[in-house]
């Protein structure tokens, strides 16, 4: 009839089996001691969203959990797994910029514009970098002068092509992010999001690996007293609310606040604003509990994050 219905002793039964086959299940943390203690390990099938509005660090933070996860990864000496980041926004060189910044210790911006504080530890960090098990899907500034814009079925046939051609199977997929996707169907954006989000989580439980992916908020988030986004605030896209397994609204309080403000009033919580200070607030967490708000200390120029402290 094509109708799946299942008998109650096969509940059990598959239960089981979900069970076993969760002990060997990947896991991926974040890196950052406050958000693993809650969030505890993202698992192989689930859709992780990132919610911002432009130039919060939603980029940001996925880049640096992306990049500790490949460093994870080579420093347990696993060959057959990597993690890829697909970009619709940055280059790979304009990733590989953050990413040598951070190995070297030298600012991204100072590197940009050809100021080398060090060029032996730039070269060292080149030499590390390209050693780490962190893949890029995307384009390329040296290699092409237009921007693709990738469909989520390209991104499968990648995937599958480095694991046909090369052995790599995915640890960890980073999709940066979901407005700028390619359509493949759909009538309008609201549409077009919802489908993507959809082949997202199916790309998480088909390749067996979380993935993480990023989506702009929408412009009403500005005018709250609280700006942290919150279920529903995907620009375009309700769908993520539903399908989303976890969703973690960020907010730089330095984009509507000054320095110095103290951010009880609008966020709950007593320190006061600063220009490297990110809020991250788990909204949504299928399996455990959400709400909690988690500040954060970020280094844009290095790509850097740590927990406040």
Not at 82 to 98: C, G, H, I, K, P
């Amino acid at each position: 009839m094509g109708i799946n219905v299942y008998k109650p002793e096969e509940i059990s039964s598959l239960t089981l089996e979900m069970i076993e086959y969760n002990i060997n299940i990947t896991r991926v943390y974040t890196g950052i001691g406050s958000l693993d203690t809650s969030m505890r390990a993202m698992r192989g099938g689930e859709l992780i969203v990132f919610i911002g509005r432009p130039s919060n660090f939603k980029s940001g933070l996925m880049q640096f959990i992306a990049r500790n996860e490949a460093t994870n990864l080579m420093n347990h000496d696993i060959t057959d797994h990597a993690v890829f980041y697909v970009t619709w926004e940055q280059s790979v060189e304009d990733m590989a910029l953050l990413e040598l910044a951070a190995m070297s210790g030298q600012d991204s911006q100072d590197l940009a514009e050809g100021k080398i504080e060090s060029r032996d530890a730039l070269n060292l960090a080149a030499a590390s970098r390209a050693g780490l098990p962190l893949w890029a899907i995307g384009h390329s500034l040296k290699r092409r002068s237009r921007r693709p814009r990738l469909t989520m079925s390209n991104v499968v046939n990648a995937l599958y092509f480095c694991a046909d051609e090369w052995g790599i199977q995915p640890q960890l997929i980073v999709l940066d992010y979901l407005q700028r996707i390619m359509p493949e169907g759909g009538s309008d954006l609201r549409m077009i999001n919802s489908i993507n989000v959809d082949k997202a989580k199916d790309l998480a439980l088909e390749m067996g690996c979380p993935v993480l992916l990023g989506c702009q908020a929408k412009r009403e988030v500005d005018s709250r007293r609280n700006q942290i986004p919150q279920l529903g605030d995907g620009a375009e896209s309700s769908a993520i609310e539903h399908t989303a397994d976890r969703i973690l609204g960020l907010h730089m309080p330095y984009r509507s606040m000054m320095a110095g403000e103290s951010l009880l009033e609008n966020y709950n919580i007593d320190i006061l604003c600063r220009p490297d200070l990110v809020l991250a607030q788990l909204v949504k967490h299928k399996t455990g509990q959400a709400g909690g708000l988690y500040p954060l200390i970020v280094e844009p120029g290095i790509n850097g994050v740590r927990s406040w402290s």
